[in-house]
Nanobody
Framework: QVQLVESGGGLVQAGDSLKLSCAAS????????MGWFRQAPGKEREFAAA????????RYADSVKGRFTISRDNAKNTVYLQMSSLKPEDTAVYYC??????????????????WGQGTQVTVSS
C-alpha cells in the first residue's frame, strides 16, 4: 500500500551531520506514525526514532537522543532524520517504517506495517 524509499546516506567523518529522507508513495502518510530503525554490521535491527502522524510528538532511542531529530512534511509525503555529531557507532543501514492507525510511537519493529529498502550510513573516525 505504502512504498517507502530512503535516501541521503553516505560516507562521512565523525562529528559531521547528515540528513536522511524517506519519500512515501502510493498513499498519503498523514495518518501514519513513522519510524527510523537501523541495523549495524553483526547486530540486530534497533529503534532510532519515531514521530506521530501530525508531527507534534517524537520518541528517540537513548543512543541517539540529543543528536538526531526526526521530522516530517506531510504535504511532501516525506519523513526526515537529521543526524548530527555522528559517531562511528552510528554506522548502519537506516530504514524508514510506517505504522497505520495509531498515535502511539512504538519501539518494536514488528509493530510497523511498511518498510523501505534502507540507506547506508558510514561514519569514519
Amino acid at each position: 500500500q505504502v512504498q517507502l524509499v530512503e535516501s541521503g546516506g553516505g560516507l562521512v567523518q565523525a562529528g559531521d551531520s547528515l540528513k536522511l529522507s524517506c519519500a512515501a508513495s502510493g498513499r498519503t502518510i498523514s495518518n501514519y506514525a513513522m519510524g527510523w530503525f537501523r541495523q549495524a554490521p553483526g547486530k540486530e535491527r534497533e529503534f532510532a526514532a519515531a514521530i506521530n502522524p501530525s508531527g507534534t510528538s517524537t520518541r528517540y532511542a537513548d543512543s541517539v537522543k540529543g543528536r538526531f531529530t526526526i521530522s516530517r512534511d506531510n504535504a511532501k509525503n516525506t519523513v526526515y532524520l537529521q543526524m548530527s555529531s555522528l559517531k562511528p557507532e552510528d554506522t548502519a543501514v537506516y530504514y524508514c517504517a510506517a505504522k497505520s492507525g495509531t498515535n502511539y510511537l512504538f519501539r518494536e519493529s514488528a509493530r510497523y506495517d511498511f518498510w523501505g529498502q534502507g540507506t547506508q550510513v558510514t561514519v569514519s573516525s
